[in-house]
């Protein structure tokens, strides 16, 4: 038998979790998350653990996720970092941005500077996780405080990823459109969750129609609009808006037994000195369609409000201000939704969306992907797969094209674990 393929084969793991979930007298229902799957949708190069009958899938109906709130402590910032006009990364908060309240109908056209004073980050650029790993490695001592002898892995979290990436599984079972691909590799135990571009999404990037490219363009001008570069200035509507700049925070928190590093970009902040600590002060900024008809209102409640709470609940940001825009791109009204109001506020829509599913299914996917990934290796990833309306399924690659750990990160990260052992000076 191929050593790879044994190796990896989920098949007598398989057995011991089914053993393992039945002696822990748990109801049989829990396990109908979990059925043989025998289609294989990647058969692709050096596809690992392609016995059929090893290969189990993570239902996303909603109705399997309707129990009590899992347990999410609040989100701690440990850090955040900074990528300059040209992506540069940097350990510091030197994009940060302060927000200056607007006027609450301003009137701020978001077309203007679309043609002469916009400098686009290049989309088809994949940068993975990189810039989190980078961050980790200048900041090690920040996420294991108790010191290494302690823990014999690299990092004392389970998970590592962006935000967006949680944002997307938080929104799984509510979403009839758009399907992902989460590439996970495990090394020195913690599981690196990091997403691959779908053929769909690839297509669609590709084929933009200008208005669309220009409407993108909005969200970040509506930005420009409302973000002072220091506490004292004021928003410059005539400068450049550049798209490769980000602020972006780096928090822990736990889900149920999961514990979680995340990163994720932060529009501004409360310019007030007096404001609460990060991630309290933090303001999502966003654009949307004005609603005029009671349909695009319970459409904005269904869909609009559903991933506005779920990326801001993630790292713990308060609240999101909202630039209300006509046809032609005109911000005519502002209003700031508060992120602990908002499931008060879709309770009157009939069959809405839930916080508890969301939170239950990425809880249940975390515990699936560690039954899964069991092979701890920077060269293995393991690709999860989901489209609507179908079960999560898996395959697994060895030095495949979706290998994303770099290797400074894993020379780095098995240089430091070495030297955990030897005597400090
Ligand atoms: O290359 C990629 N496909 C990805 C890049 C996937 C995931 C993240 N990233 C990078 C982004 O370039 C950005 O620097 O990570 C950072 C943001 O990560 P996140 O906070 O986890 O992402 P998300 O919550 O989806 O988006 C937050 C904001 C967006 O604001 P709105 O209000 O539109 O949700 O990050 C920005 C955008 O302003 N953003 C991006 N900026 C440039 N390129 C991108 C992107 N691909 N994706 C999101
Ligand atoms: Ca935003």
Same mark, same amino acid.
């Given at each position: ?45 050096? *596809? ?100 290494? *002898? ?13 935000? @967006? ?42 084929? /933009? ?9 909005? @969200? ?54 007096? *404001? ?25 409640? /269904? ?62 996917? !975390? ?33 495949? #094209?979706?290998?994303? !750990? ?13 030297? #955990? ?5």
């Amino acid at each position: 038998m191929d050593p790879h393929r044994s190796s990896i084969s989920c098949h007598s793991h398989q057995s011991s979790y089914k053993r393992q979930r039945d002696d822990s007298g748990r109801s049989p229902r829990e396990n109908k998350h979990f059925r043989t799957n025998t289609q294989h949708q990647y058969r692709s190069e050096s *596809a690992l653990g392609q016995n059929p009958l090893s290969c189990r899938t993570l239902s996303t109906r909603r109705e399997l996720y309707e129990r009590d709130f899992p347990v999410y402590k609040q989100p701690v910032e440990v850090g955040c970092f900074s990528l300059d006009s040209e992506r540069r990364f940097f350990n510091d908060s030197r994009q940060m941005r302060y927000y200056v309240e607007p006027d609450r109908n301003p009137n701020f056209n978001l077309r203007d500077g679309y043609r002469d004073r916009f400098i686009k980050r290049d989309d088809s650029v994949k940068e993975r996780l990189d810039h989190i790993l980078r961050w980790i490695v200048a900041n090690k001592s920040k996420i294991n405080p108790t010191g290494a *002898a302690a823990s014999p892995r690299a990092l004392d979290v389970d998970f590592v990823t962006w935000r @967006g990436h949680l944002t997307k599984l938080l929104t799984t079972p509510y979403e009839t459109r758009e399907g992902w691909l989460l590439a996970v590799t495990r090394f020195r135990g913690t599981f690196y969750i990091s997403e691959v571009e779908t053929e769909a999404a690839r297509r669609e990037r590709e084929n /933009r129609t200008e208005r669309h490219e220009e409407m993108m363009y909005w @969200g970040y001008k509506f930005e420009q609009y409302t973000c002072a570069d220091n506490t004292h200035s004021l928003p410059d509507p005539g400068g450049v808006v550049n798209t490769n700049e980000a602020f972006c925070t780096v928090v822990q928190t736990r889900l149920a037994d999961h514990r979680l590093l995340f990163s994720g970009e932060v529009d501004c902040r409360d310019k007030d000195p007096k *404001a609460p600590a990060a991630p309290a002060c933090y303001v999502e900024l966003k654009t949307s369609a004005e609603i005029c008809t009671p349909k695009q209102r319970s459409n904005f409640h /269904r869909f609009k409000l559903l991933k506005w709470w779920a990326q801001s609940f993630l790292p713990g940001v308060p609240r999101v201000v909202a630039g209300f825009r006509d046809q032609e791109g005109v911000v005519v009204s502002v209003e700031t939704f508060h992120i602990s109001k908002i499931s008060h506020l879709i309770k009157n829509e009939y069959n809405c969306w839930k916080p508890t599913v969301c939170m239950n299914f990425c809880c249940d996917f !975390l515990s699936f992907v560690k039954r899964v990934v069991t092979e701890d290796s920077p060269r293995v990833v393991y690709l999860f797969s989901w489209d609507p309306y179908k079960d999560v399924t898996y395959s697994a690659h060895r030095d495949s #094209q979706y290998c994303f !750990l770099p290797h400074w990160y894993v020379e780095e990260m098995t240089r430091s674990e070495d030297s #955990q052992y030897e005597p400090k000076a």
